[in-house]
T-cell receptor, first 116, second 115 residues
Framework: DAGVTQSPTHLIKTRGQQVTLRCSPK?????VSWYQQALGQGPQFIFQ???????QRGNFPDRFSGHQFPNYSSELNVNALLLGDSALYLC???????????????FGPGTRLTVL | AQSVTQLDSHVSVSEGTPVLLRCNYS??????LFWYVQHPNKGLQLLLK??????LVKGINGFEAEFKKSETSFHLTKPSAHMSDAAEYFC?????????????FGRGTSLIVHP
């Protein structure tokens, strides 16, 4: 059983460009969450997708957007990249909680984004 | 608003000695609390979770944590460290602030295990 997979593993972009990161959830999971982990910091919650809709969002600007597909896979898009967007981007999958409680999540290995 | 503080950025122990990783939290509700471990180039893995049941929580790989409401703490312990325990550990708090359960991660504690 494959766990959470993410692509690409590494990515280098320049300021102002746009980037798309991809995630496939663990088999059987229907909910995908995205996190940003800056160097030396803990992950910060960006948003969560369920049934192809954004359900919860952290304190991130609109430059960060996402999408979930019918097969539950997800994309994270970041527009107008800034140097400060350089980070490890983590995808996590879980079962949807109808009461919106934080569930156990399974994390992928992440995509390392470097903005020059 | 919820917050979490991991009191040590680095903890160094010898193999076979006890491990203590400290975590304090702040929450206006009865929070859920978690510990995750992150090995290099691998995804975060859940060690254990507290969700208002027993205050002493047992997790994987011999780890356990005790929820102490009076001290607002959720420290992670293990009786005997193994070399494979060397990794980054994150304490996480989640409560219904603002009607959602967005998790807040601590900054992490790096556990170093000496042979």
């Amino acid at each position: 059983d494959a766990g959470v997979t993410q692509s690409p593993t590494h990515l280098i972009k320049t300021r102002g460009q746009q980037v798309t990161l991809r995630c496939s959830p663990k088999s059987g999971h229907d909910t995908v969450s995205w996190y940003q982990q800056a160097l030396g910091q803990g992950p910060q919650f960006i948003f969560q997708y369920y049934e192809e809709e954004e359900r919860q969002r952290g304190n991130f600007p609109d430059r960060f957007s996402g999408h979930q597909f019918p097969n539950y896979s997800s994309e994270l898009n970041v527009n107008a990249l800034l140097l400060g967007d350089s980070a490890l981007y983590l995808c996590a999958s879980s079962f949807f909680a109808s009461d919106r409680r934080y569930n156990e999540q399974f994390f992928g290995p992440g995509t390392r984004l470097t903005v020059l | 608003a919820q917050s979490v503080t991991q009191l040590d950025s680095h903890v160094s122990v010898s193999e076979g000695t006890p491990v203590l990783l400290r975590c304090n939290y702040s929450s206006s509700y009865s929070p859920s609390l978690f510990w995750y471990v992150q090995h290099p180039n691998k995804g975060l893995q859940l060690l254990l979770k507290y969700t208002s049941a027993a205050t002493l929580v047992k997790g994987i790989n011999g780890f356990e944590a005790e929820f102490k409401k009076s001290e607002t703490s959720f420290h992670l312990t293990k009786p005997s460290a193994h070399m494979s325990d060397a990794a980054e550990y994150f304490c996480v708090v989640s409560d219904p602030t603002g009607g959602s359960y967005i998790p807040t991660f601590g900054r992490g504690t790096s556990l170093i295990v000496h042979p």
